[in-house]
């Protein structure tokens, strides 16, 4: 059964415009989704949502299940008459092209206290009832979230490994004389996650009535400064001081000369598996209410993951360590049905990474941007995509399609030239419409690409601990004109959005 072709856009909400300094899930939100929907794309793809923690990355998160209250509106607070107009009078003015993510925080930690405040005075019964529901939904790992957040603050914001022993080691006659003591601090935390399940819930429930899916990220690893790890130290290889013993990353590739150190904690499998792996899969289920589809970072890490001893300067030194195998997705098929998961499957991969992305028919990831380094035997060439994979020009990871024309090497822009047959005058829509135009059933572009912009638009930079994830599009680059341009692609490639819902096929 051939697949159904689908094109979606990739933009992370922060990269909205927004009055407060970061894109939101307020009205601009809502104006990108109708201009997803006027370019007949399927799919709207984003990064992690959770609170971000170092170097302001999604993939460095506090939670592995709480959203990011930076991306609350407080237009959308105001409707709650949760704040008045003439709370938000103070407002800075911000830079509309980058996110200066300082004075932002700094902001926004303001406008939603202020929030808060008014909350507890809130008459607003169907709200108070909403807020009790949400807490009772989601009390499995809220509770954990939220003390871990108020502790964080009473230790200066540092890591929760520089605590005291009494309160890392979760002493329950200390933890319950805390959550006494600090029982509003506690609660204005709930608070915040409750906002902002409200609005993205409300956000993606219209995506999808105007035929939008949305495809969202899972970084395999948790953070170890994040709730995750604190509330479950014996799911990880901690030493008795509950401190990693082992931490993750890759070792040299594409990206790095001395690999990448990512620092999370690792899994201990073992553990995991006696419990059927249930962790995991209430991630996995949280996750699915956030999301249509979830992309699985570092899918190879489930046969096989890079463990890098605790302290070392660099990913160089490491050994290979096997990961759980089939035996996790066969359980989590068992618990699911159907796995609405796209496997990012790149990198140096060992071939049984393959195997099991193919044994479970999950759609594998092609990048036109690694294309051209090579021959006409490159997996990353279009000719030789299956069509059960998602193709994208470049994605979070990678320089925009222009900055990379730039920087590459003359046999590279050669290759791509002769192979495109193009003069490199339009290097992003030249890659855009070779990836539309390719057997993928679903072809995905940043929004930097469809507006031919350059390296300085380019979201991250692995291994770079600093300004990454800044980018911001203006309202007035959303136009009429770049619209029709696209729903003229999605229709010339047979990619033109019907409005229905169907899953991403499988094979």
């Not at 509770?143 to 914001?157: C, I, N, Q, T, V």
Request: proline content about 7%; some cysteine.
């Amino acid at each position: 059964m051939k697949s159904k072709r689908l094109s979606g856009i990739l933009l992370h909400p922060s990269s909205l415009p927004s009055p407060d300094g970061i894109g939101d899930l307020g009205p601009e939100a809502y104006r990108w989704i109708s201009f997803l929907k006027e370019t007949g794309s399927s799919l709207w793809q984003v990064l992690p949502l959770g609170p971000t923690g170092y170097g302001d990355s999604p993939y460095q998160s506090f939670s592995a299940f709480a959203g990011n209250p930076y991306l609350i509106s407080a237009t959308l607070l105001i409707e709650d008459n949760l704040l008045t107009v003439e709370e938000l009078q103070e407002r800075p003015v911000f830079n509309e092209n980058c996110v200066d993510f300082g004075p932002v925080i700094q902001w926004k930690l303001k406008v939603l206290h202020k929030a808060y405040l008014n909350f507890k005075m809130s008459k607003n019964g169907t709200l108070l009832a909403e807020f009790e529901q949400f807490q009772q939904q989601e009390a499995d790992w809220l509770k954990d979230f939220a003390l871990f957040m108020s502790l964080k603050e009473a230790f200066g914001g540092n890591s929760w490994e520089t605590w005291d022993i009494k309160y890392r080691s979760r002493n329950p006659q200390v933890i319950e004389e805390f959550e006494q003591s600090n029982f509003n601090k506690i609660q204005e935390h709930v608070f915040k996650q409750f906002i902002f399940f409200r609005q993205w819930n409300n956000l993606k429930s219209f995506a999808n009535l105007n035929g939008i899916r949305v495809i969202g990220d899972i970084p395999i690893f948790v953070s170890f400064d994040s709730s995750d790890s604190w509330s479950h130290p014996e799911l990880f290889y901690f030493s008795q001081n509950l401190k990693p013993t082992v931490v993750a990353g890759v070792p040299p590739d594409y990206f790095s000369a001395t690999g990448q150190l990512w620092g999370n904690p690792l899994y201990r499998w073992d553990v995991h598996k006696s419990t059927d792996y249930k962790w995991w899969f209430k991630r996995l289920k949280a996750t699915l209410k956030l999301f249509d589809i979830i992309r699985l970072d570092h899918f190879r890490g489930f046969i096989d993951y890079w463990e890098i001893p605790a302290g070392n300067p660099t990913a160089e030194i490491g050994r290979w360590m096997p990961g759980p195998g089939a035996d996790f997705f066969e359980k989590l098929r068992t618990e699911l049905g159907e796995l609405p998961i796209i496997a990012e499957d790149l990198g140096q991969v060992n071939p049984k990474v393959f195997d099991l992305r193919d044994q479970f028919g999950l759609p594998g990831m092609k990048i036109l941007q690694f294309a051209f380094s090579g021959d006409p035997n490159d997996p990353f060439l279009p000719h030789n995509y299956p069509e059960n994979c998602v193709a994208y020009s470049g994605t979070h990871d990678n320089d925009t399609a222009l900055g990379w024309y730039e920087s590459a090497p003359p046999a590279e822009k050669d290759f791509y030239r002769r192979y495109l047959a193009r003069s490199g005058k339009d290097v992003s829509w030249d890659l855009i419409r070779a990836v539309w135009s390719s057997v993928a059933a679903t072809a995905i572009a940043p929004l930097q690409d469809f507006l031919s912009l350059g390296t300085e638009a380019r979201m991250n930079f692995p291994g770079k601990p600093s300004g990454n994830w800044s980018w911001r599009v203006n309202s007035n680059q959303l136009s009429d004109q770049l619209s029709e341009k696209i729903l003229e692609l999605n229709y010339l490639y047979g990619r033109k959005n019907s409005n229905n819902s169907d899953s991403i096929d499988q094979e």
